[in-house]
């Protein structure tokens, strides 16, 4: 792919004082459309081109970033036609068919996405992004809404069927009858692969770019079998024009690596090539986006079977890490009695750190399910691919929401 003239119409690269700079030429393209009631609302296309100068040097012995990005209509007329072209292969009239009788409204997003980027290397990069953001939306408020993304239209309309006939289920549990109450005492809680790989982001991940808050490399952090991989989303270079690379953060059970970019690396480390930034933000920083967690044995419905009371949860409605406690708000869930899925419960919260996650989980189911949906952080919110096994936590307490 040829950089655009915008790119080179900056000046040269230089290393200079600065231990790092940087030209960047982001080209954006999205289609927004919602379908509400069976009607199709289309919104218009937005194409933009985001010019960038970065240097990042030494101030007083801390990093220090400059960024002056200015926007341009857009340079590159692929991303343009890649949009238009994918919202040609959604049956759009097919899916507001469907959406029309459950109650659901669904917001869609088409991004389209080419960056090129040069820097002190004289090097020029370049990379693709496309991918489908979703938002079901119930007319209950009590049931909620699911926000997903898919890389192509296929798994997009696999995902839109689950998470559909879930949202269209748990409105029917919840109207059928009572809803009991969060039990107080500590219980096995299995957790699906969208559950399970949300709480191994949030503490694996963000516990990884924060330097394990304070923990030390080798520290056990769950079974022999746990291993967690982070990689770069793609292209050969990450967005600091370091090479991209695949960092392990957990190795039999146990902390492997931190990662880092060129601010938090220090002056004697090694960026680790995983650093990200979003549209009109100031810094590149290291962030594992892309998890695989492996390690697990026997099938889910194994784990569930094996469990004779408990709860069983597929839906994170709120995710967050502070110093190393990781808090879960779980909304759609269910008793396990005698191995069976029951009665759905009220919504609750789980409290899981990384130092006492090892004692938490049971059981790791082999299966591995991929999740999309959005890591926000600085603000700066960027696309997340996690895959991960069903987890069974035990001797967990469920705490009521609020």
Request: glycine share 8%.
């Amino acid at each position: 792919m040829t950089a655009p003239s915008a790119l080179f119409s900056m000046c040269e690269p230089r290393l200079c004082k600065a231990g790092f700079w940087e030209e960047r030429l982001d080209d954006d393209a999205v289609i927004k459309f919602v379908i509400d009631r069976g009607n199709v609302d289309r919104g218009n296309l937005v194409a933009r081109a985001t010019c960038y100068k970065r240097s990042m040097a030494s101030a007083r012995g801390r990093a220090r970033a400059c960024t002056t990005p200015r926007d341009a209509p857009a340079q590159n007329s692929e991303v343009v036609n890649q949009a238009l072209a994918m919202i040609d292969w959604l049956p759009v009239d097919a899916l507001a068919d469907k959406l029309a009788t459950g109650c659901i409204k669904a917001t869609f997003e088409i991004h389209c996405q080419a960056r090129h980027y040069r820097n002190a290397d004289g090097h020029v990069h370049a990379k693709r992004k496309d991918f489908f953001v979703f938002t079901l939306t119930h007319s209950d408020p009590k049931v909620g809404s699911i926000t997903d993304a898919a890389p192509d239209h296929e798994t997009l309309l696999k995902r839109i069927d689950q998470h559909l006939a879930s949202l269209v289920h748990y409105s029917k549990l919840l109207s059928s009858k009572f809803l009991p109450t969060v039990t107080a005492d500590p219980l096995p809680i299995l957790l699906s692969p969208t559950a399970a790989g949300v709480m191994f982001h949030e503490i694996f991940g963000h516990g990884s770019e924060e330097a394990w808050f304070g923990a030390a490399n080798g520290m056990r952090a769950g079974p022999h079998s746990l291993s967690v991989t982070a990689r770069y989303p793609g292209g050969s270079h990450d967005d600091e024009g370091v090479r991209s690379n695949t960092v392990i953060l957990v190795k039999d059970g146990a902390l492997a690596n931190k990662v880092r970019d060129r601010c938090t690396s220090g002056p004697h480390g090694c960026p680790s090539g995983l650093a990200q930034v979003g549209p009109h933000r100031g810094t590149p920083r290291a962030r594992c986006t892309h998890l695989e967690v492996g390690g697990g044995s026997g099938s889910p419905e194994a784990l569930c079977s094996a469990i004779q009371g408990g709860l069983q949860t597929d839906d994170v409605r709120l995710a967050q890490i502070v110093n190393g406690v990781a808090v879960l708000q779980l909304g759609r869930a269910r008793r396990i009695e005698t191995g069976h899925l029951s009665e759905p419960i009220a919504p609750f919260v789980i409290v899981v750190s990384l130092v006492s996650l090892w004692e938490k989980i049971a059981a790791l189911s082999t299966a591995m399910q991929s999740r999309y949906g959005y890591c926000v952080k600085f603000d700066d919110p960027l696309l997340s691919v996690i895959k991960a096994p069903a987890t069974l936590l035990d001797n967990v307490k469920p705490l009521p929401v609020g």
